[in-house]
């Protein structure tokens, strides 16, 4: 069944590539990447499952060294420096270093007993992961790196503690609660106009204290000491949290970044074209209605509206072509695809196999949150592609690479015994 | 927890994001319009498909107004940009611009749209455009549109046919669907007949890319509709005597209205001193208007309906023709020549009907217009004078006086007849009797006529105390004359009194006595009376005239602007001009001659 998504998935990604433009080049080697996925996936589902795990250190060693090359040989585009060129051909290393990435990190999360309760392990496989983030970030390339984050869910199902998921959705909602309450203004008596963040904190305050409050009469008494202890540890950290992204909003991020968030939350920046790439995606997405303009027919996608229309904003063209039946389709089939890959995943009886089966899944997840997310107006513009349908070849060639070597897994989980 | 259960929470979070997302889409597919219409506006561009504004013919099918291939020179800022600039002084000199006019145009451009084309210079005629159009490729941005323009090839008859331009502010509120850019009728004919002409605008969608340039047709052309031409106009004026009349009244001040008297269809309206309509159609036509407003001849004021002048003796054959159907004299009554009342000239003393009317005797009419005025009934001369005169004013209004004639004419001005309610209120009521509004008898005082009016006067008497109201517009495209245009108009005099007049007006051109020997026309029967109007800067020649007695084709009047009296120069031009419209061509070579040569001022207009 992934087999088959896998095919319509590129298929329609082959497809979807002849309305990008009428350029034959772009077509066509976006053909030309599809048939050497294919190949690729072909080898990798002919070579033994044992070779994948024996040669991990080698293949994450590799990865690393090419992140480190491209950092001091790719060439620049569009301000990263993310790309090999070679001839023609454009290699982008962080999209391999995904697969690089899970694979050592199952290797090593299977290898120790003790899981990730162990604090040892804990920090070799947090090593794991952010050793490749970090590069990637030099480039910089935050798309990818928010990826990385993603493993926190493999992570999570290796038995990181539920508490460290709930902690990072708190962390999101302070975030969002930071960055409204920092846009906008307040006359404070006696202190003039100065942002309203400073509300927030006397909320954060606040509520602490009242939870302090409420400590003797909620919490059985011998825990009340813990309580107190981890309500300041909590609150500490939400106020350095929030300071932290406030002052590094106002500071350290670039103007077009600061407005690109803004933007997502409706807060005028006072430049018109800051909105520009977000409004035209999600018009061309509205302008499908019910069952799409049919394909090729999308004017906005077709004629340069919408930017990056051919990777980023591929969701766009289905969004307009397809209209709402094909976006939902689309929709439902990679969440039937992360569903599936649950499914393999659970079934595997060798650790190896079901931590990177997780990874997997984590991986696909952020692309496709981030990018939805993005051309729906649900998230900030991050450049990230959507696995299998954005042109590129480096993308749909790993996560080709990604998919085989799960199946190949798969396939030989009945003689692994463990 | 087993951590085994953990794939549940994972699971569950993947499906709540897809629920999420397919939430958002619902919301931006199904029920935003807003930003579909947004979509829309983006992607799909209207482009107007202008019509053929309909052409203007003469009777016989000669051009008067005729459209032209031009061009309109437009700048598109963005790509100007793009194409890496250029210079401006350059274009500014190609183009015929001077650089203050281009800097306001370009930054006009900019302030409209950077991404579309705004027109700098407008209605480029088609020759001056064959000599740069191999210049322009070296100004990036620069595009040439075709629009057509509007020309009178022949210069002629500019007041009538009026102005065609652009729309200003005030058509643009009007809710007439006007848009910024667009032309239309701004006077005459152009603007009374606006809708028939203008024909209706097609318009072509199209999708356009990021770049505002035309792809291909939106939805294959289902919303598109091709621009329906405007009804062509065909006049009743003859092109050929329209054009003789403006030569004829070259360097002087004044006019000619010709009408067919059996048809009320107008022949010729000249309008001394004229203008070219194309003066006022180029960019030039701020600098040529105000020089036009400026000009002491008053070039742009049309007077064969909107001047306004006494009638003088001509009104006396109506007094007469009244008097007449009243009864209150017959054409044998003779009246002496009495000039302690009212001053006269020439040698007779007691004439008849016709004598009065070709020795243009004062007394006489005084007292043909007492009798109707102050028949002294009774003793109350102010009660008698305020009664009778609301009939007389009557029968003067059934001869067209007063009146627009019809209303077939853009700007014509019913000129006044006076009535009781024009003296009660210069004198007070019952302040007044014949004594004070006698000089009315001959023509004076408070009566306005307009050229038009006394043209139709020649047509009415004619026709023997009928006309079909004067109109300039034979057809509109096939359908024919507009309704209600030509109706026929009674005086309510019968055709036998018309007798005696026609007789005397034939005696003023060809009796001893008769004030306009030069009225002649070889072979030709002509009937005409002279007026003299009186103004402080020397009398205005006044003629009004038609012929062939027999069987009238043509009826006119002439006025020529402080140039003396009426046989002088106003009969002979009617002559002329009968010898045109009726002969075809002029063989009387001094008189013609002698007209050309006579300009304003005129010596000797003061007597």
Known sequence: MAMGLLNIASSTSGAEAVEWFDLNSKVGKQFIWVFIALGIAAVALIIEGEFFIRT????????????????????????????????????????????????????????????????????????????????????????????????????????????????????????????????????????????????????????????????????????????????????????????????????????????????????????????????????????????????????????????????DFIFCTIGEEWGFFGSSVT???????????????????????????????????????????????LAPVIGIPLPFLSAGGSSLVSFTILIAILLRLDAERSYVLH | MNLRERQWIIGGIFLLIAIIFIGRLIHLQLFSGDLQD???????????????????????????????????????????????????LALAQLIDLTPTEIQKAIRKAEAYATYRPSSIRKQMPASEYASIAGELWRFPGIQVRRQSIRTNESGLCSHLLGE?????????????????????????????????????????????????DYRQSAQKGALDSMPIPGENLILTLDMELQAYGEKIMEGKRGSIVAIEPESG???????????????????????????????????????????????GSIFKMIQGLIALDKDLISPRTRIPCNRTIIGCHGGHTNDNLEAAIVHSCNPYFHEVMRRMIQPRKTTDIFSEARNELGEWTKSIERFGFGTDLGGNFPGLRSGSVPDTTLYDKLYGKKRWAYSTIYSISIGEGELLTTPLHMANLAATIANQGEFRTPHVVQSIGLNGKPAGTDSLVQTGISRQLFEPIIEAMNAVTESKEGTAPLARVPGVKVCGKTGTVQDSKGNH??????????????????????????????????????????????????????????TYPFANAKQ
């Open chain 1, 56 to 311: 991990t250190v080698i293949h994450y060693v590799v990865n690393i060294v090419l992140l480190i090359a491209v950092l001091l040989m790719g060439k620049t585009v569009g301000g990263a420096k993310s790309w090999f060129g070679i001839g023609s051909v454009s290699l982008q290393p962080s999209e391999f270093a995904k697969t690089g990435t899970a694979l050592m990190l199952s290797w090593l999360l299977s290898r120790s007993d003790g899981k990730i309760r162990n604090i040892k392990t804990l920090v070799q496989s947090a090593l794991i992961v952010c050793i490749p983030a970090a590069l990637i970030m030099l480039q910089p390339d935050a798309g990818t790196v928010l990826v990385f984050g993603g493993l926190i869910f493999a992570f999570y199902r290796e038995g990181l503690s539920g508490n460290v998921l709930i902690a990072v959705f708190c962390a999101l909602l302070l975030l969002i609660a930071t960055i409204l309450t920092g846009a906008s203004s307040y006359h404070y008596p006696g202190l003039g106009v100065q942002s309203s963040i400073g509300w927030l904190w006397l909320v954060l305050i606040g509520l602490g204290a009242l939870f302090w409050q409420l400590i003797p009469g909620l919490i059985v008494p011998r825990n009340r000491k813990r309580v107190r202890k981890a309500t300041l540890i909590c609150l500490t950290l939400a106020l350095a949290f929030s300071a932290g992204v406030h002052s590094s909003l106002e500071g350290m991020l670039k103007t077009h970044q600061k407005e690109r968030i803004y933007v997502l939350f409706g807060i005028d920046v006072g430049n018109p074209d800051a909105d520009y790439n977000i409004r035209h995606a999600k018009a061309a997405v509205s302008s499908g209605g019910w069952t799409g303009k049919g394909f090729l027919q999308g004017p906005m996608t077709a004629y340069g509206f919408v930017p990056e229309q051919e990777t």
């Open chain 1, 331 to 377: 929709i439902l089939l990679y969440t039937m695809l992360l569903l599936r890959i649950l499914v393999l995943a659970e079934r595997q009886r060798s650790d190896f196999s079901r931590i990177y089966a997780y990874a997997v899944a984590s991986i696909l997840f952020m692309h496709f949150l981030i990018n939805v997310g993005m051309v729906l107006g």
């Open chain 2, 38 to 88: 947004y979509a829309a506006r983006l992607t799909q561009e209207r482009e107007v498909l202008e019509p053929a504004r309909g052409l203007v013919y003469d009777r016989n099918g000669q051009l008067f107004l005729d459209n032209q291939a031009g061009y309109d020179i437009l700048f598109t800022p963005r790509q100007c940009r793009l194409g890496g600039g250029m210079d401006t």
């Open chain 2, 164 to 212: 065609y331009r652009e729309v200003d502010r005030d058509d643009l509120q009007s809710n007439l669907g006007y848009q910024l850019g667009d032309y239309k009728g701004k006077s005459g004919l152009e603007l009374q007949w606006e809708n028939e002409l203008k024909g209706e605008k097609g318009v072509k969608f199209h999708l356009v890319d990021v770049r505002n």
């Open chain 2, 265 to 311: 269809e107008v022949l010729a309206m000249v309008s001394a001193p004229s203008y070219e309509t194309n003066l006022l159609t180029g960019r030039m036509r701020g600098a040529n208007y105000d020089s036009l407003l400026r000009n002491p001849d008053k070039p742009l004021f049309n007077r064969t309906t909107r001047a306004t002048y006494r009638p």
């Open chain 2, 541 to 598: 020649s006044v003629f009004i005239a038609f012929a062939p007695v027999e069987n009238p084709k043509i009826a006119l009047s002439v006025y020529v602007e402080n140039a003396g009296a009426g046989g002088d120069w106003a009969a002979p031009i009617a002559s002329l001009l009968m010898e045109k419209y009726l002969k075809g061509s002029v063989k009387q070579a001094n008189k013609e001659l002698r007209v050309i040569r006579a």
